[in-house]
């Protein structure tokens, strides 16, 4: 697969098998039927929901449940797309025009997050994943030569393992 590259910045996810996919995502499934249980009994019994388009802080009010075991921590990078002068130190150059910027290593789940980042125009040369990959555009355009879409700032890109 040749696409060729604008300047832009895409956020990508790697998966690296579809079993750690499928297990990850029973996982979110399961806690959202739970979090669907608990709207459906707080409704039920007269108290607030968990949605509220209050402002008064009084009315929020922290999980305290347990969490899973096999929950993971949450991982917070502010400044994604920093700018100043350091910028340059957090990418990791592939190519003159073409680097990435490491967010998540997921090694008990397969995955790992990073931001890809293109300076200039440009054409990457055919290759495949082990996994599916996400993409969502952050900055930019770029397209494949094999598709009539172009994926320009905003746009989210599925891409099947292979």
Same mark, same amino acid.
């Given at each position: ?21 499928? #297990?990850s ?21 007269? *108290? ?18 347990k969490?899973?075991? *096999? ?7 502010? #400044? ?13 150059? #592939? ?26 125009s440009?054409l ?21 030569? *094999?598709?009539?879409?172009?994926? *320009? ?7 099947p393992?292979?």
């Amino acid at each position: 697969m040749k696409f060729p590259l604008a300047s832009c910045c895409v956020m990508v996810i790697f998966s690296a098998t579809v079993a750690a996919f499928r #297990q990850s995502s029973s996982s979110v499934f399961r806690r959202l039927s739970d979090a669907s249980t608990r709207i459906s009994a707080s409704k039920t019994n007269g *108290e607030k929901a968990l949605l509220t388009s209050s402002t008064n802080s009084e009315d929020f009010t922290p999980y305290q449940g347990k969490q899973p075991a *096999e929950a993971l921590p949450d991982i917070f990078v502010p #400044q994604v797309l920093p700018k100043g002068v350091e910028e340059d130190l957090l990418w990791v150059p #592939q190519t003159d025009s073409v680097s990435f910027r490491p967010l998540c290593f997921c090694t008990s789940g397969g995955y790992y997050v990073n931001l890809l980042r293109v300076r200039g125009s440009g054409l990457l040369s055919r290759h495949k994943h082990p996994g599916p990959v996400h993409g969502h555009v952050l900055k930019g355009s770029w397209r494949y030569l *094999e598709h009539d879409w172009v994926a *320009e700032e905003g746009s989210y890109v599925f891409e099947p393992p292979g």
